[in-house]
C-alpha cells in the first residue's frame, strides 16, 4: 500500500482564519479523497481530488470554504477557510484507484482546533 | 440508499478475552464491498480487510476473523485472546454506487470503539 504523510498533523488556529493542509503519496494514484471526522464522529467524505480537473463536492461541502488542489497524481492540498470552532475536527486524506472494488488507504491525519 | 449499522458504540474487555463487533449494512446493489479499518489513538486509520459480495467465505488473519453472512446483511469481526494493542475504534464501510468523478461512495458506519484492559 502507498505511504501517505500529511502536513500539518495538528495545528490551533484562530476563528477567521484558513489552514492549508497537504497530502503526500509516495506513489501516483488515481484518485485522491478528503474526509472530516469531527470529535466522537464517523467519517464523512468532503471531496474527490481528480489531477487535471475541479474536486467533486459531496452535499454539504462547497469549493468556497473547502478549494482543494490537485497539481499531479501524488499531492492534493485542502484549505479550510474562514474557520469556526465549528470546523474543530480530524482532516484525512486517502488514495485509491477508483471503482467499487476500490481499497482506500487513509493518511495519518490532521487534527484541527480552532478557538 | 445505503447505509452502515454499527450498534455498539462501547465496548471494554479483559485482556485475553475474545470479542466481536457487530456490522449490519443496507444496500440494494449485488455488487459491493465491505471493510473493517481501525483507528487507534494516534487518529491514523488502518486498513484490515476487503471483502466483495459474492464471497461469502469467512476469513482469518492472525487473532482477527471476520464472518460475512448476506441472509443477515451482516460483516462481524472477532478479535480472539485481545490484547491492549487492540484498544482501537473500528470501523465498517460499505463501497457501492458511483458517486461521480471516478469514485464509488464508501460509507462508513460511526464506529465501535474497543477497551482492551489490562
Known amino acids: 500500500s502507498a505511504v501517505i504523510s500529511q502536513k500539518p498533523s495538528r495545528d490551533i488556529c484562530q476563528r477567521g482564519t484558513s489552514l492549508t493542509i497537504q497530502c503526500q503519496v509516495d506513489?501516483?494514484?488515481?484518485?485522491m479523497f478528503w474526509y472530516r471526522q469531527q470529535p466522537g464522529q464517523s467519517l464523512t467524505l468532503i471531496a474527490t481530488?481528480?489531477?487535471?480537473?475541479?474536486?467533486?463536492?459531496e452535499s454539504g461541502f462547497v469549493i468556497d470554504k473547502f478549494p482543494i488542489s490537485r497539481p499531479n497524481l501524488t499531492f492534493s492540498t485542502l484549505t479550510v477557510s474562514n474557520m469556526s470552532p465549528e470546523d474543530s475536527s480530524i482532516y484525512l486524506c486517502?488514495?485509491?484507484?477508483?471503482?467499487?472494488?476500490?481499497?482506500?488507504?487513509f493518511g495519518p491525519g490532521t487534527r484541527l482546533t480552532v478557538l | 440508499a445505503q447505509k452502515v449499522t454499527q450498534a455498539q458504540t462501547e465496548i471494554s474487555v479483559v485482556e485475553k478475552e475474545d470479542v466481536t463487533l457487530d456490522c449490519v449494512y443496507e444496500t440494494r446493489d449485488t455488487t459491493y464491498y465491505l471493510f473493517w479499518y481501525k483507528q487507534p489513538p494516534s487518529g491514523e486509520l488502518v486498513f484490515l480487510i476487503r471483502?466483495?459480495?459474492?464471497?461469502?467465505q469467512n476469513e482469518i488473519s492472525g487473532r482477527y476473523s471476520w464472518n460475512f453472512q448476506k441472509s443477515t446483511s451482516s460483516f462481524n469481526f472477532t478479535i480472539t485472546a485481545s490484547q491492549v494493542v487492540d484498544s482501537a475504534v473500528y470501523f465498517c464501510?460499505?463501497?457501492?454506487?458511483?458517486?461521480?468523478?471516478?469514485?464509488?461512495?464508501?460509507?462508513f458506519g460511526k464506529g465501535t470503539k474497543l477497551s482492551v484492559i489490562p
Open positions: 506513489s501516483q494514484v488515481t484518485m
Open positions: 486517502s488514495v485509491g484507484q477508483g471503482g467499487v472494488a476500490d481499497t482506500q488507504y
Open positions: 481530488a481528480n489531477q487535471g480537473s475541479e474536486a467533486t463536492y
Open positions: 471483502r466483495n459480495s459474492f464471497d461469502e
Open positions: 464501510a460499505l463501497s457501492e454506487g458511483y458517486s461521480g468523478a471516478g469514485s464509488y461512495q464508501l460509507t
